[in-house]
């Protein structure tokens, strides 16, 4: 069943048909809130700051545009989204908050809220960031002079931004359809594809109308990859040690065999918004210590010229993106690590009187799962590293567009692709279970 069967089935059942109506409203507001500009800002000098900053183009596309313009919602879910990850750090951390997520509903509950709580400071120290980085950029002044009260005013619009953003995000994932967080993010890329299609097509004439098509071959080429990849599994076989007695003949039979699906990509984007975090630093920090004067205004001068994967020279260029590619790569790593623990897996799997064939239960299953997970997420974090770092500065190469202006390159596929595959098969889950209803009934 494709997308499009699933929702002209959803339409005709009235309790999908409400849920998918209060999904769009919900979708629809956040694209209002994210057209309101924070008066005083200066468009021109925003433009020109993000024509030529890859890593602020990818924090604008998780934004669904709204850092670009610098609207109300500019900071998007990525407060949340960071809070969230912390979260989920801490779990493994601490021992409160790993009972607590053993603990069902309630301890999910709890965590939520404590999450919620964490996105606020997290907002506020992204608002001012972002402020001093638009206050004293090397193209101009994008919020000139800005007072204390202006500056405090324009923190709390933006962390007020980002609170309502992930009401909105929860609301949907409570009462409409699909994770409201991912869709606000894929609705934002939607809203960009086609001024972005526009503007790779330039001015018309034959050369524009061979980067598109060029550019659509690599997209379709690039979507039908990530399909791919986000539906690839490792089944490991697994059996059941408990045996299973027929009523009809009374004979025992032997366990049922089943397996356990390892993901290729476990972590889905979080490794890309970690290493966006971490290598905006470097500009962000610059940007406190343009008018320090000194060494230190020397330095954060040659930061902001050259921390960035747009200039001239091409060993700075090199030194960048291979710290971009590794980081995707070790992030992709260490959050595989933290959803999949296969000491917990082993002993899940032995609790419910469950081996792997071949292998001994306990220790020597969770090696071997390490093992093999081990060697999957390796295919993953190269994937994620070559659709972030790779694929623009090939694409640029083939097509003659800057690497800096294809923001909606392999990280929105993978968004867009990840987003509608999940709302799918949730959509088809709802309509399974009101089929079953109805033959109950």
Known sequence: MNLLEALGQ???????????LFTLGLLGAFRILAAIAIPGTNPVALAK??????LLGLLNLFSGGGLQRFTLVA???????????????????????KELSKEGEIGRKKITRYTRWLTVPLAMLQAFGYLALFTNPSTGPIISNP??????????????????????????TEYGVGNGVSLIIFVGIIGRLPAAIVGYGGTGGTAHIIQIVVMAIIAVAVTAAVIEVQQAQRKIPVQSAQRVLNVRTGQASQ?????????????GVIPIIFAISIMTFPTIFANLFQSSGGWTQSVAQWITNNWQATGGNIFLNVVYNAIYFLLVMGFTYFYTAIVF???????????????????????????YLGKVMGRITLAGALFLAMITVVLPLFT??????????????????????????????????????????????
């Open 147 to 172: 007072t204390p009260a202006t500056e405090i005013s324009i923190i709390l619009t933006l962390t007020a931004g980002t609170i309502i953003a992930m009401w909105l995000g929860e609301l949907i």
């Open 396 to 441: 640029a190469v083939l097509t003659g567009v800057p690497s800096t202006s294809l923001y909606l390159g392999g990280t929105a596929i993978l968004i867009v692709v990840g987003v509608a595959l999940d709302t799918m098969k949730q959509i088809e889950t709802q309509l399974l279970m009101r089929q079953y209803k109805g033959f109950i009934k």
């Open 341 to 367: 623990d296969p000491v917990d897996v082993s002993d899940n799997l032995k609790k419910q009187s469950t081996f792997i064939p071949g292998i001994r239960p306990g220790r020597s299953t969770a090696e």
């Open 10 to 20: 959803a339409i005709r059942i009235p309790e999908l048909r409400r849920k998918l």
């Open 75 to 97: 900071l998007g879910l990525n407060p949340y989204i960071n809070a969230t990850i912390i979260m989920q750090l801490m779990t493994v951390v601490s021992v409160r908050l």
């Open 49 to 54: 700051l993000f024509s030529g900053n890859t």
């Open 255 to 267: 366990g049922r065999r089943n397996f356990l699906p390892l993901r290729v990509n476990a972590a």
